[in-house]
């Protein structure tokens, strides 16, 4: 979790304040890097104030808040598309 915060602050400018994280909500993702194993933990995590501009690192030039259907047609990789929806699946039942 150490590192998500981290990376969510030096790359959109929120820091954990900024954030309601669910901390039961987590895709793990495996792949290979330079032929190393890679291992990413996604938390799914709510901005409390969605007024709060997004500061991007050098890293990025853009982002986009997207409905569900959009970020999966944008997402490159399958895993990334479960993610999405088993977060949205997460906070469908949430609302329930």
């Known amino acids: 979790m150490e590192?998500?915060?981290r990376e969510?602050?030096?790359e959109a400018g929120f820091?954990?304040?900024d954030?309601?994280?669910f901390e039961?909500?987590?895709h793990e993702m495996?792949?290979?890097v330079n032929g190393m194993p890679k291992i990413v933990i996604y938390w799914l995590a709510e901005l409390l104030n969605p007024e709060k501009p997004v500061?991007?690192?050098n890293e990025h030039q853009a982002f986009d808040w997207l409905p569900?259907?959009?970020a999966c047609d944008r997402a490159r990789y399958d895993e990334m598309r479960k993610a999405l929806k088993e977060f949205d699946e997460y906070v469908s039942q949430k609302l329930e």
């Open 55 to 57: 500061t991007l690192s």
């Open 24 to 26: 039961d909500a987590r």
């Open 8 to 10: 969510t602050q030096e």
């Open 30 to 32: 495996t792949y290979k």
């Open 68 to 70: 569900l259907n959009e």
């Open 19 to 21: 954030l309601k994280i």
């Open 3 to 5: 590192t998500a915060l």
């Open 15 to 17: 820091v954990p304040s």
